[in-house]
């Protein structure tokens, strides 16, 4: 079975750091680019970074650019993201996706929360 | 602000058929075949329901089917089910460097 397990959320102080991390299995992790996608509570789905298959090519939204790091490991089939400077509207759901051949998001993890208050 | 615009609520009858809209920009939705649609239940994770416009990935019951004219895409539910009760997102691919966008959901209810 395809899944992917999200770990690393939780409550941070704005202005704070964390880094999120993704288990891939069921799959060949290093054939596919994969995404991260937030979700604001009772909002809807924010689209946050990518990364290609080889970490080649990498993007973010711009509400994340400059703060949050996308990275991977083949070797350990894992996908990361190091978010900095956290604010109060970074505060979502982070969902780590695959991206099945440019057209669609496939699966889904089930989501790591996190929080960011004083 | 959603890059695409999807009606905030949707409702009908168990057995009905119902159709949901999303609405984007000769940009993203008016380029590129490469729509797709996802249903949410409360607490759970998203999953992929249509993929390039039209297509079912497995195990997705035929009730469901998409379709796309112009700028404006559509997902379409005949026999409405009580499970079907969700909230619906429509996504197109954007470009190489912004690549999703999503719109901002409906909640269908059953009644």
């Known amino acids: 079975e395809e899944q992917l397990v999200e770990s690393g959320g939780g409550l941070v102080q704005p202005g704070g750091s964390l880094r999120l991390s993704c288990a891939a299995s069921?799959?060949?992790?290093?054939?596919?680019?994969m995404n991260w996608v937030r979700q604001a509570p009772g909002k809807g789905l924010e689209w946050v970074s990518y990364?290609?298959?080889?970490?080649?090519?990498?993007h973010y939204a711009d509400s994340v650019k400059g703060r949050f790091i996308i990275s991977r490991d083949n070797a350990e089939n894992s996908l990361y993201l190091q978010m900095n400077s956290l604010r109060a509207e970074d505060t979502a759901e982070y969902y780590c996706?695959?991206?099945?051949?440019?057209?669609?998001?496939?699966?889904w993890g089930q989501g790591t929360l996190v929080i960011v208050s004083s | 602000q959603s890059a695409l615009t999807q009606p905030a609520s949707v409702s009908g009858s168990p057995g009905q058929s119902i159709t949901l809209s999303c609405t984007g920009t000769s940009s993203d939705i008016g380029t590129y075949n490469y729509v797709s649609w996802y249903q949410q239940h409360p607490g759970k994770a998203p999953k992929l329901m249509i993929y390039?416009?039209?297509k079912r990935p497995s195990g997705v019951s035929n009730r469901f089917s998409g379709s796309k004219s112009g700028n404006t895409a559509s997902l379409s539910i005949s026999g409405l089910q009580a499970e079907d009760e969700a909230d619906y997102y429509c996504s197109s691919y954007v470009s190489n460097s912004i690549r999703w966008a999503f719109g901002g959901g409906t909640k269908l209810t059953v009644l």
């Open positions: 996706v695959r991206e099945g051949t440019g057209s669609y998001l496939k699966p």
């Open positions: 390039d416009v039209t």
């Open positions: 990364i290609s298959s080889s970490s080649s090519t990498i």
């Open positions: 069921g799959f060949t992790f290093r054939t596919y680019s």
